[in-house]
C-alpha cells in the first residue's frame, strides 16, 4: 500500500532552517507529481510547493518563495522541502501528498505530517 | 485568502443529509475534490473530479455541482463523519492548486 512518511520537523528559531525528507513506497514514486501541503494550527490547507516527476516543473507559493526549495531524488524514493529564513508564521504541519492533474487536481495519499514550529 | 469559498461551520443530525458547497470563480472551468480531516489526522481525499469516490470511501458520500458550485453531500451522516471538510481545485490560472477554508460538519 502506498506509504509517505516525513521527517525532519522540530523546533528552529527565527532566521534559522530545517530540512524536510519525505519517503515514498507503495506507488512508482518517480512517475508521480509530489507536493508539499502545510497547516498552521488551527487554520486551513495551504499547497505552497510542487514538483513535477522529473523536476523539470517546480512551484512554490509567494508565501514561501524564495525562502524554500522543494526537491526530489527519484533513486531514492524520495521528497525534500529546504526551508531557509523561518518565520514564526511558517509554524505549521508539513505535509507530503501525491498530486494528479486530472479531473482538476487532487493530493490522493498524504503523509501523516511533520510539525514546524519556528519560536525563540 | 482562498479563492475558493466554503461556509465555516454546518451541523447535521445523525442519519440526515447535509451538503457542504464550495464557490470560486476557477469551478466553472475546473473540477472540484473534496478532502475529510478529523482532529489530529491527515486530509483523506473522498471525491474528485467533482463525483468520482476513491476506492474505500463509504457510498454516503457524494459530490455534484451546480453552474460554479460544487457540493458535498454526506447521505445518511455518521456520527465518525464529524470532521472538516475542504475543497480544492485549480486556481483561475489553471496553473496552481487552490483551496477552500474548510467547513467545519458538526453531527447532533
Redesign the interface.
Known sequence: QVQLVESGGGLVKPGGSLRLSCAASGFTFSDSYM?WIRQAPGK????IS?ISSSSSTK?NADSVKGRFTISRDNAKNSLFLQMNTLRAEDTAVY?CATV?W???????Y????ALVTVSS | SSELTQDPAVSVALGQTVRITCQGDSLRSYYASWYQQKPGQAPVLVIYGTNKRPSGIPDRFSGSSSGNTPSLTITGAQAEDEADYYCNSRDSSGNHVVFGGGTKLTVL
Open positions: 507536493s486551513g490547507l495551504e499547497c510542487y512551484y505535509y494528479k486530472e479531473l482538476g487536481v487532487r493530493f490522493e498524504w503523509g501523516q505530517g
